[in-house]
C-alpha cells in the first residue's frame, strides 16, 4: 500500500461532486455540503476537509475543525481542541488503513479530539483508543461522544 498521502481538500465544485460518492451524502450531509458550498471562493482557500486520494478518485475523507478552549467541556486542563466529524471511506476501500490514516493525522496535532461516531463504528474508535467520558445530559446534548486524550490531558470532571 505505500505511504497514505493526506491531503487538504480544495474548497472548490470538483469536491462537492466528490463528495456526493460518499454514503453520508444526503439529508445529514447537508451541512457538510453547506460547509463545502459556503467557503467557496478559490480553490486555495483553506479548508477543514480532509482526505485521501487514489488516483483521481477521493476514496476517505473527514473533517476536522480546530474549537477554541471557551467552549471546552470536555478536558483537563481546558485547552484547544478538534473536533473529528464524517470520517467515511468508502466501501471498497475499507480495511485497507485509510480510516486509522485520518485518524493519526488528526493526533498529529496532538490536540485533544472530540468526535461524534457513527453507530457500529465504536469498534473502530477503541482501536484508535478514543473513550467514552461520563455523560453529562446538558453538555452532550443527545450526542454520545467519544475523546482522544493526548499525554498530559485527561477527561475534565464536570461533577466539581
Known sequence: MGNIKIENLLINFKTLEKFKRFREYGNQELTMMEDLENKIIENNSKSPFYGIYI??????RMSLYEV??????????????LTLWKLEVLPDYQGKGYGK??????????LPIKTSPRINSHGFWEKMDFIKPHYEM????????????PEGVEEKDTKQ
Not at 488516483?55 to 476517505?60: E, F, I, K, Q
Not at 470536555?74 to 481542541?81: G, L, R, T, V
Request: hydrophobic share 40%; net charge negative; proline share 5%.
Open 138 to 149: 446538558e453538555r452532550d446534548l443527545g450526542e454520545n461522544p467519544l475523546l482522544w486524550l
Open 55 to 60: 488516483g483521481d478518485n477521493l476514496v476517505a
Open 68 to 81: 477554541s478552549r471557551k467552549y471546552d467541556f470536555y478536558f483537563k486542563p481546558s485547552q484547544d481542541y
Open 101 to 110: 490514516a485520518l485518524v493519526d493525522f488528526a493526533k498529529s496535532f496532538n
